[in-house]
């Protein structure tokens, strides 16, 4: 069985900076896309970033210039890097693959970590 475990929330200033990991555990045959989406409190979902197998990277305008996504796909983990955080930053993010398991392509999410910046 595969799981997402996400790691590096916290409580930030705003300017401040965190950096978001997220690591697939289990049987893997394959990952595809992984992503960062996050949710704050009476809002939907909503993508942040997300990077392809290959390394193509896509952001959400809001974070463009601030979050970095990454991936080390020998460690099946993918990280976010967020800089210069704002207030309306602040809510759980969510770590997000396409894995091939033996049942082959399904979505995964991770429990999700909470980022809060205030001062």
């Known amino acids: 069985q595969v799981q997402l475990v996400e790691s590096g929330g916290g409580l930030v200033q705003p300017g401040g900076s965190l950096r978001l990991s997220c690591a697939a555990s289990?049987?893997?045959?394959?990952?595809?896309?992984m992503g960062w989406y996050r949710q704050a409190p009476g809002k939907q979902r909503e993508m942040v970033a997300t990077?392809?197998?290959?390394?193509?990277?896509n952001y959400a305008d809001s974070v463009k210039g601030r979050f970095t996504i990454s991936r080390d796909n020998a460690k099946n983990t993918v990280y976010l890097q967020m800089n210069s955080l704002k207030p309306e930053d602040m809510a759980v993010y969510y770590c997000?693959?396409?894995?091939?398991?033996?049942?082959?392509?399904?979505?995964?999410w991770g429990q999700g970590t909470q980022v809060s910046v205030s001062s």
């Open positions: 997000n693959a396409v894995i091939r398991t033996r049942t082959g392509w399904n979505n995964y």
């Open positions: 990077i392809t197998s290959g390394g193509s990277t």
């Open positions: 289990g049987t893997a045959f394959s990952i595809g896309a």
